[in-house]
C-alpha cells in the first residue's frame, strides 16, 4: 500500500464499502458523461468468472514478462473499472492500488473484496493522490482513448513509474492493421454508437444486448464454425469479431454496451501511441501482435 500523498477530499459509500475520493471536477482529465456511462456500465457488469478472467487476462498480460511480477512489486491500475485486472494481477505481487473516477469502485470494491492486497479510490487522471515514481508497474487498460488528453494521461501515468519500472497500456487502435471491409463495417459502427450513447440508460442497454446478440454473435459463430472445421487454417481471424471466439456471452454483452454505450472514443494508430510514449521519455517499447489492439508496454 502507498500512502496518499494527500487527505481524501471525502469519503463515499458506508461501512465495508467506504472509499476515499480525490475527485474535484475541476481538476480531472475526464469526460462527465463518459464516467458516468462506464459507472453504469461496470455496476452492471460487475463480476466475472475465474475462467473469464483467465481467457481475457492472458490476452492483455501477454506481454508482461514473469519478472516483472513479484511478491515485492507495487502495481497501479489506473481506471480499474470493475477492478478485473487488479483481481487478474494482484496473486503475482505485493499490492495494487487501484482507482477509478466514477461509480464503477463500488463494483471493484465489491469483486476484489476477497483480494486483501487490492485497495479501491476514487480518483483518476488529473489528479492521481500518489506521489511519482512510486511503482514498479503502471497499468491502463482501455481508459486513455476516453478521455479529452490522451496524451497528458498517458505523460501522467509514466510520471507514476518507477526509474527501471514498466507502463502496460490498452489503446483502440485506428485499424492500421485491417482491410477495407473491415474499416466500413467500423465506421457503420461509429455511426450508432454517437446515436446509442446518447440514449437513456435503459434504452441504451437494450439495444446494445440487441447488437450483442443480432450482430456480435453471427460473426462469432461463424468464425467459431471456420476455426473449428479448419483449425490448421487461419483465415477465421480475418472475421470481424472473431477475437471473440472464446469470449462468454457475458463477455460479448459487456463489450458491446463498452463499445456502443461510451460517449466519448478516440482511436490512435500503432505508430501514434509510440510516439506518445517516446514523448515521455520512456524506452523499450513492446507491442503485443495479437489482439487486442493495441496493447503495449515500455520501460522507464
Not at 511519482?132 to 494521461?153: E, I, R
Not at 465506421?187 to 446515436?195: A, G, L, P
Request: aromatic share 14%.
Amino acid at each position: 500500500m502507498i500512502a496518499y500523498k494527500k487527505e481524501p477530499l471525502r469519503w463515499v459509500g458506508n461501512g465495508e464499502m467506504k472509499i476515499a475520493s480525490f475527485v474535484a471536477e475541476s481538476m480531472m482529465n475526464a469526460d462527465r458523461r463518459t464516467v458516468r456511462s462506464f459507472g453504469e456500465e461496470w455496476n452492471r457488469f460487475s463480476s466475472f468468472s475465474n475462467e473469464e478472467l483467465k481467457i481475457a487476462g492472458d490476452q492483455y498480460f501477454d506481454i508482461v514478462k514473469k519478472k516483472l511480477l513479484g511478491k515485492e512489486k507495487i502495481i497501479l491500475d489506473i481506471g480499474c473499472g470493475s477492478g478485473r485486472w487488479s483481481k487478474y494481477i494482484s496473486p503475482e505481487v505485493k499490492f495494487v492500488e487501484a482507482i477509478d473516477p466514477g461509480d464503477a469502485v463500488f463494483a471493484a470494491k465489491q469483486f476484489t473484496s476477497e483480494n486483501k492486497n487490492i485497495r479501491i479510490t476514487q480518483a483518476g487522471f488529473g489528479d492521481i493522490p500518489f506521489e511519482k515514481n512510486s511503482f514498479d508497474l503502471v497499468m491502463s487498460l482501455g481508459v486513455v482513448h476516453h478521455l479529452p488528453d490522451t496524451a497528458g494521461a498517458i505523460n501522467e501515468a509514466a510520471e507514476m513509474v518507477k526509474p527501471g519500472g514498466h507502463l502496460l497500456l490498452y489503446i483502440y487502435y485506428a485499424l492500421d492493421n485491417r482491410g477495407i471491409l473491415f474499416r466500413i463495417l467500423f465506421h457503420i459502427s461509429s455511426f450508432f454508437r454517437r446515436i446509442i450513447s446518447s440514449m437513456p440508460t435503459g434504452m441504451k442497454f437494450f439495444f446494445c444486448d440487441l447488437i450483442a446478440f443480432l450482430v456480435y454473435m453471427p460473426f462469432v459463430l461463424l468464425a467459431r464454425m471456420f476455426r473449428f472445421f479448419y483449425p490448421e487454417k487461419k483465415f477465421w481471424k480475418k472475421i470481424p469479431l472473431s477475437y471473440y471466439t472464446d469470449k462468454s456471452m457475458r463477455i460479448i454483452r459487456n463489450d458491446s454496451l463498452d463499445r456502443f454505450g461510451t460517449p466519448l472514443e478516440k482511436r490512435f494508430s500503432k505508430k501514434e501511441i509510440e510516439q506518445m510514449i517516446l514523448k515521455t521519455g520512456m524506452k523499450n517499447i513492446v507491442f503485443s501482435d495479437h489482439a487486442p489492439y493495441w496493447h503495449v508496454i515500455a520501460e522507464k
